[in-house]
Structure formats: C-alpha cells, structure tokens
C-alpha cells in the first residue's frame, strides 16, 4: 500500500487483507502512518482494526495495547476503537486490561 494511493483502494486492500495471515504488521504500520490525519483516520481506522482482530496476529497487541488509553471513542460500536480494543486485548491475553479511557 503506497502512501499515494486513493483511499478508496487503501480501504479495498485493507479488507482483503483480513484474509492473508502473517500481513497484520502492514496494517499496523498503515494504522501508524494515517494516525494524524482525522479524516483518513475515521474512514481507515476502523477497516484497519477490523481486519487486525479478524487477523488475530500477536504483533498486532501492542498497537491495541496503546488504544486502550490513546484509541478515538465513538458512541458506535463499530467506530469506537477503545472498544475494538478491549475486545482484542481480552481476546489475546485472556484477561481484561488494567487501565483503559
């Protein structure tokens, strides 16, 4: 995924991505990279996290890890990623996190 391409295709590879194991550091970085632009974030994001919990990948708990407390709220379940990532955070330790927003 090119820093210059289209969102719209961005968000296409994004959610075929979910059904290639072993590519969930892509999407980190992905998620890395938009992180500081509202737009791309609220329109990448939650397709991103999505596929990272379909994916299910270790190398993906930290990023999750950092949402817990830094992650955008949203009354929509689908949009909020404190959500997404409780979820995957509980999914991947077993537990549910220490602190969280």
């Not at 970085?29 to 974030?41: A, H, S, V």
């Amino acid at each position: 995924m090119t820093p210059g391409a289209h969102h719209a295709f961005v968000a296409a590879a994004v959610e075929a991505a979910r059904y290639y194991a072993g590519h969930a550091d892509v999407l980190v970085r992905l998620f890395e990279r938009i992180r500081g632009d509202q737009l791309q974030r609220r329109f990448l994001g939650p397709k991103i996290l999505e596929s990272l919990y379909v994916l299910g990948e270790q190398c993906s708990l930290p990023l999750f890890e950092q949402l817990l407390v830094a992650g955008h709220t949203d009354p929509d379940v689908d949009r909020c990623e404190v959500t997404r990532a409780l979820v995957v955070v509980r999914r991947a330790t077993g537990c549910v996190a220490p602190s969280s927003k």
